[in-house]
């Protein structure tokens, strides 16, 4: 499903890739057992965490702070974090599917991209940028990627970045019916880690789908 380049494993060591492979999959504008779960993890971490500073010392994040700080920018999953923790706000109402995958960054705070699998023109890459790649990101703005960010291609280009998100041609849909989620782990970032968080995301997909089946959940390396 995913190739995994030498540049890749050479320019982030102890970097790792996660997918998650679902079919069968439903994707409704709101569900009610999803809604009570998002209210759930929002009380959980108004209570966990009071004071900004808190955030910053978390492993996951500061990995990926560290990431960013390269491009000169910030995570902005911590942004999000703070968001729903200190200034109230819910998390948003997108669709279902997406919904599923945001409950799990802001829990554990991994950076994840989801996509239509039927949407995705085979092989998947997982490269490093070289800098004159683009596509259009999923809010329809063309954009030129940075050389070294993390990138995952398909055979029409790139379809997902760490520092851009992904794109609008592989966008996750109301008639989604297979889905892709990918997790970019920052060196840092362990593999056990990145499990736990896409075993989250089946969870809260099988939520909303039932009748939705695992086809793939495999962690990448760089060993």
Known sequence: MLTVTNNWKKTYPGAHCGILVMNNVSNPLQHAGLDRVK?????????????R???????????YQSYYKEFNKTYHVLQQ???VIFKGKPIPTVSALVESMFIEELRNLLLTAGHDLDSVEAPVTLDVAKGDEDYTL????DQIVKPRDMILKDLKGV??????????RTRITPSTSNVLFVVYAVPGISEKMVTQHLQGIEANVK???PQAFTYILKVYGTD
Do not use: H, T, W
């Open 39 to 51: 209210r759930e993890i929002e009380a959980d971490l108004r209570a966990l965490f009071k004071d």
């Open 138 to 141: 999923i809010n329809g703005r």
């Open 81 to 83: 974090l703070e968001s």
């Open 53 to 63: 500073s808190e955030l910053k010392l978390l492993e996951p994040i500061r990995a």
């Open 159 to 168: 379809i997902s970045s760490v520092l851009y998100g992904p794109d609008q």
């Open 207 to 209: 939520i909303i789908a």
